[in-house]
């Protein structure tokens, strides 16, 4: 369908690479990296997962969640397109932690046509949702596992497909002070069908490394790494850095960069590249990311944060 292959346009990595298995999963709505933060790492969050964007990269990062904790991100995307984002995690002392995720990507006000004119017929829209229930929890003191529920919906016009899936993950922190590792299983769950065809989800398996260096009493700079193995593309390399300062009157500020690989080898320009930053005050934190497609066009992503 039309749609189908507009949407492919949004994930850029799927469409330009070479594999001959390329755009062969359905919801690829799932293939964007949600939040502003890990996106101004260039997506490589799958080892730091330490804030309520953990649900949407490794699930048991929530249990790192120490306080209540909100995440609202308004995303602006090619054509119109809004690609918005809500996640919650509550911790509890003994139960472990409980989050809720949502993920929307939709458009309005697409041409029609049933024939080959100039004039549409009329417009219709297009939207995908993910509905996401999480729990984790410490199962050794320095282990972490966790795991997410999804229901995936989509509509395009009058058509609407639904599937389910869950993500599991492990954080652990190693014998390396300040060096953690993660590894996470993403979109293993039901093929999602439009009709007569039917395609599978977007399966991802993620490995990553984030540490931690306290550089002053006042500073601290966070490393990342990632590598992606999606079931419909090339492995994928995401690498970022974030240093925060904290400043006098509870003010902090963060500034992120990162790289990652397949969006740039096709696309030129400054695809590839990520940048982002950050401000919090008390238990606000507001946070921006800019990742370019190159030839077709800069996203962005802002966020807010709230602690509880």
Same mark, same amino acid.
């Given at each position: 369908?039309?749609?189908?292959?507009?949407?492919?346009?949004?994930?850029?990595?799927?469409?330009?690479?070479?594999?001959?298995?390329?755009?062969?999963?359905?919801?690829?709505?799932?293939?964007?990296?949600?939040?502003?933060?890990?996106?101004?790492?260039?997506?490589?969050?799958?080892?730091?997962?330490?804030?309520?964007?953990?649900?949407?990269?490794?699930?048991?990062?929530?249990?790192?969640? !120490?306080?209540?904790?909100?995440?609202?991100?308004?995303?602006?995307?090619?054509?119109?397109?809004?690609?918005?984002?809500?996640?919650?995690?509550?911790?509890?002392?003994?139960?472990?932690?409980?989050?809720?995720?949502?993920?929307?990507?939709?458009?309005?006000?697409?041409?029609?046509?049933?024939?080959?004119?100039?004039?549409?017929?009329?417009?219709?829209?297009?939207?995908?949702?993910?509905?996401?229930?999480?729990?984790?929890?410490?199962?050794?003191?320095?282990?972490?596992?966790?795991?997410?529920?999804?229901?995936?919906?989509?509509?395009?016009?009058?058509?609407?497909?639904?599937?389910?899936?869950?993500?599991?993950?492990?954080?652990?922190?190693?014998?390396?002070?300040?060096?953690?590792?993660?590894?996470?299983?993403?979109?293993?769950?039901?093929?999602?069908?439009?009709?007569?065809?039917?395609?599978?989800?977007?399966?991802?398996?993620?490995?990553?490394?984030?540490?931690?260096?306290?550089?002053?009493?006042?500073?601290?700079?966070?490393?990342?790494?990632?590598?992606?193995?999606?079931?419909?593309?090339?492995?994928?390399?995401?690498?970022?850095?974030?240093?925060?300062?904290?400043?006098?009157?509870?003010?902090?500020?963060?500034? !992120?960069?990162?790289?990652?690989?397949?969006?740039?080898?096709?696309?030129?320009?400054?695809?590839?590249?990520?940048?982002?930053?950050?401000?919090?005050? !008390?238990?606000?934190?507001?946070?921006?990311?800019?990742?370019?497609?190159?030839?077709?066009?800069?996203?962005? !992503?802002?966020?807010?944060?709230?602690?509880?």
């Amino acid at each position: 369908m039309p749609v189908l292959f507009l949407a492919s346009l949004f994930c850029a990595a799927p469409l330009f690479a070479g594999r001959a298995d390329v755009g062969t999963s359905g919801a690829v709505f799932l293939k964007i990296a949600p939040g502003a933060r890990p996106s101004g790492l260039g997506e490589a969050f799958g080892g730091v997962a330490n804030d309520v964007n953990s649900i949407f990269y490794n699930p048991a990062g929530a249990s790192r969640v !120490r306080q209540p904790e909100f995440m609202a991100q308004y995303g602006v995307w090619f054509q119109s397109i809004n690609y918005n984002v809500l996640g919650f995690v509550y911790p509890t002392e003994t139960a472990g932690s409980f989050g809720l995720g949502i993920i929307s990507l939709s458009m309005a006000d697409i041409e029609k046509r049933t024939s080959d004119t100039e004039d549409p017929d009329g417009k219709f829209g297009a939207s995908d949702f993910a509905y996401i229930l999480c729990y984790a929890r410490s199962v050794l003191s320095n282990l972490s596992a966790g795991v997410n529920f999804k229901l995936i919906s989509q509509k395009i016009d009058t058509q609407s497909a639904t599937a389910y899936a869950a993500d599991a993950g492990v954080l652990w922190d190693t014998p390396l002070k300040n060096l953690s590792a993660g590894l996470s299983v993403q979109n293993a769950g039901t093929a999602i069908k439009f009709v007569s065809e039917e395609d599978p989800l977007p399966l991802n398996i993620k490995g990553g490394f984030g540490y931690i260096w306290q550089v002053t009493k006042k500073s601290e700079l966070t490393g990342a790494f990632d590598i992606n193995y999606p079931r419909d593309n090339d492995i994928m390399y995401n690498i970022g850095a974030e240093y925060r300062q904290v400043f006098p009157a509870e003010i902090a500020g963060s500034v !992120r960069a990162g790289y990652k690989t397949v969006t740039q080898e096709k696309l030129g320009g400054n695809s590839g590249l990520t940048a982002g930053a950050g401000i919090s005050w !008390r238990q606000f934190n507001v946070d921006f990311a800019w990742v370019p497609y190159g030839l077709l066009g800069d996203t962005f !992503r802002y966020s807010l944060n709230v602690k509880f």
